[in-house]
């Protein structure tokens, strides 16, 4: 039998899903979050019920949390929490949110991983097959790195939102907000060259799913999760990172951009970030990146190494 709880997420998810049409991705996110603390409440045999839950509870279940995730991950919890209750609140289900006493959790800054050219070279010519799983990996890479869209994005690309011609996909970011975002030559190559091979990839009986560009063995749409697995096995062939991440290559976009001179205002748009600060942090990268490419070779700083070998 289900809890008062179980209830109020749900209701809380269909509100998400057809009131503020969050994505699909979006919504898994919430209810993950969501779920984690109703675990919490029941490991600690109390009341699976929204209303019954203070201040002190959502304290305990966070510095629980922290125990097993990162800082910005327990930022992502408290985010959502916060999120709850406001539509419990709206809806009359509570007097007062619990969260709206909690203060953010301090932490480090953490700058964002990237790749150097030379490994996602490596990764990307290292899927050389020309088998159709082979041929769609590769426009995968080349799109993920070429275009810089986030893995849910990807995977949601349907035929219609990509113009290869063009080199530019529409894509549908966080909170349903449409963008064009450009793409290169390599990219382009290896998606004609995955398009003349889509065909083949379908059921035995011929069926595949006729509106999605990434296409599983089967012909069902690609999700996030198979993504990051083909990342992984890629990245594992391609330059031994079993830990390959989409958004290592994102990320790589934006400071490979950033190096080569392209203005923040631009790589915000091609992100799809909301707010400036937000793609900010890729400058921290590329002025680390440019302290020590002045120490390696600024005169001033030979001579300070020289001096300092010498007493």
Not at 157 to 162: E, N, T
Not at 222 to 234: A, E, G, M, S
Not at 235 to 264: E, I, K
């Amino acid at each position: 039998m289900s809890s008062p709880l179980d209830r109020q997420i749900r209701a809380f998810l269909v509100h998400l899903e057809h009131e503020r049409r969050l994505s699909s991705h979006t919504l898994q996110a919430y209810r993950h979050d969501l779920l984690r603390l109703r675990t919490y409440l029941e490991a600690n045999h109390l009341e699976l019920d929204a209303r019954e839950v203070t201040t002190f509870v959502l304290r305990g279940f966070l510095a629980d949390e922290l125990k097993r995730v990162s800082h910005r991950t327990l930022e992502r919890r408290l985010a959502s929490v916060r999120a709850f209750y406001k539509e419990l609140r709206r809806r009359g289900e509570v007097r007062k949110s619990p969260a709206s006493a909690l203060r953010n959790p301090k932490a480090r800054r953490e700058l964002p991983d990237f790749l150097p050219v030379s490994e996602i070279t490596a990764i990307i010519e290292a899927v050389d097959g020309e088998d159709p799983l082979s041929r769609r990996d590769r426009a995968i890479l080349e799109l993920l790195y070429g275009a810089g869209i986030r893995v849910g994005e990807l995977a949601a690309l349907s035929l219609r939102d990509i113009d290869v011609r063009e080199r530019k996909l529409r894509v549908l970011g966080k909170g349903r907000k449409e963008r064009i975002v450009p793409f290169g030559e390599k990219a382009q190559q290896a998606t004609e060259a995955y398009l003349s091979a889509r065909p083949s990839l379908a059921r035995k009986d011929g069926h595949q799913d006729e509106e999605a560009l990434f296409l599983g063995r089967y012909g069902t749409r690609l999700t996030p999760r198979q993504v990051q697995n083909i990342l992984r096995k890629r990245g594992a062939l391609g330059a031994m990172r079993a830990d390959l991440h989409p958004h290592a290559l994102r990320h790589s976009y934006a400071t490979h951009l950033l190096d080569a001179g392209a203005d923040l205002r631009s790589i915000q748009a091609m992100l799809g970030h909301s707010s400036l600060s937000t793609t900010q942090k890729y400058t921290h990268i590329t002025v680390d990146r440019l302290r020590e490419a002045y120490s390696r070779a600024h005169p001033l700083e030979k001579r300070k190494r020289k001096y300092a070998s010498e007493s």
